[in-house]
Each structure stands twice: as structure tokens, then as C-alpha cells.
């Protein structure tokens, strides 16, 4: 992780060429996400116990133990992929860049290296409140204070466009992002459950 001067690093609107490697920075943040998700839904007691349910359950018609244990995990994962690719925000994801859209912020580290992003969108049904997209950091350059310096950017042009409230949807795994949002003044306003257990929670703070 380099040791970043503030002079170092800047943050602008995202040019067109700088497209696809936004875009393989996102998707890099989505798949690390995704998958560590998986392992705490899939670690929880009461996944545990179905699991070892449906294993039984299949003893019956299958001749083989480890196939009746592979088969209800397997399943189970499928399942946690399909509905996590359902999520509004990875198919706004695709949306967003095969119909060409733009207006993303970007942050550079000495003048040309991409080391992050995020963008602000309006929060459907709520006039005066608006929603942190796509924030992601290069794995690289994680805990050095880029993720902090795109929040307040963001905050600020909220603040500009006359929003009186921001709110982030953070997965329960991201425990780096849980801290970013509660030691920047965020609060848990709601979350999503899966099976009993909150998979995501909503941060959100008064402008």
C-alpha cells in the first residue's frame, strides 16, 4: 500500500478512455464482495442446518454421501449468485456502460493512476435525498485514504446540488466500508435479510 501525499492525489469526472478500467475496477469490487458474502451466508447455523437437511433428504436416492453433501451446497451457491445478479445495482452496473452513460467521478494518484471511483445518483421516490453508487478502491491502494477523500468529495457535491441527505447500501462482509460510514457520521437506517440474517445494511447522514 503506498503512502499517499494529498497533493498526490486528485479526483475528476471519469474521461471516455478511462471506461474499461473503471469498469474491470468495479466488477474486481463486486467479485470480492460477492464471493466473501457467499461464505458468511453459507457459514450461518441456519444455512448450516438446511444444508445438512437437504444432504439427508438426498441419501435416500443417492448412493454416494459425498454427492449428497456437495449437491445442497452447490445449490445453495447458485442460488446466492442468481440473487445477488438480480441486484438492482450490478444490472445498473452493465446498463450503465452499454448504453454509453457517463458521470462518474474518478481518483488519480500522481496525475495518471486510477486508483478509485464513485458516483451520486437520486434516490428513486425521494426528491430530496440522494444515494452513494459504485464506490470502489484498487486493491493496492485500500486503507490509504482514498476511500475517505471520495466520501467528503461526494458529500460535497450532494451538498452542491442541494441534496439534504445521503444514504449508502453496504454489504455486512465489507467490515472496511462499515467502519469508513460510521466513523463519518453515518447511522444504520435499514437493511436486507436473507434467511433471518442481514446481508446489507443502509447507512445514511444528514447533509
Known amino acids: 500500500m503506498p503512502t499517499l501525499e494529498p497533493e498526490q492525489l486528485s479526483i475528476r469526472e471519469m474521461r471516455e478512455d478511462e471506461a474499461s478500467i473503471v469498469l474491470e475496477l468495479l466488477k474486481d469490487g463486486f ?3 460477492d464471493n466473501r458474502l457467499i461464505l458468511y451466508v453459507l457459514t450461518r447455523p441456519l444455512a448450516l442446518l438446511l444444508m445438512a437437511v437437504g444432504s439427508s433428504g438426498l441419501r435416500f436416492f443417492l448412493n454416494s454421501f459425498v ?6 451446497v452447490l445449490l445453495t451457491v447458485v442460488a446466492l449468485k442468481l440473487l445477488l445478479w438480480r441486484s438492482p445495482d450490478l444490472r445498473q452496473l452493465y446498463a450503465y456502460y452499454n448504453a454509453g452513460r457517463r458521470g462518474l467521478w474518478v481518483a488519480v494518484y500522481d496525475e495518471d493512476d486510477i486508483c478509485g471511483c ?12 440522494a444515494e452513494l453508487k459504485r464506490l ?8 490509504s485514504g482514498v476511500g475517505r477523500r471520495l466520501l467528503r468529495f461526494l458529500e460535497a457535491q450532494a451538498r452542491a446540488q442541494g441534496f439534504k441527505c445521503l444514504v449508502a447500501q453496504v454489504s455486512v462482509v465489507t467490515k472496511a466500508a462499515i467502519g469508513l460510514f460510521e466513523s463519518s457520521g453515518y447511522s444504520v437506517s435499514s437493511g436486507r435479510q436473507w434467511l433471518g440474517y442481514t446481508v446489507q445494511q443502509v447507512f445514511s447522514k444528514e447533509l
Open 136 to 143: 470502489a478502491v484498487n486493491r493496492w491502494y485500500r486503507r
Open 118 to 129: 464513485v458516483a451520486l445518483e437520486p434516490r428513486d421516490g425521494e426528491p430530496h435525498t
Open 67 to 72: 454427492v449428497a453433501l456437495v449437491v445442497p
Open 31 to 33: 467479485k470480492d464482495t
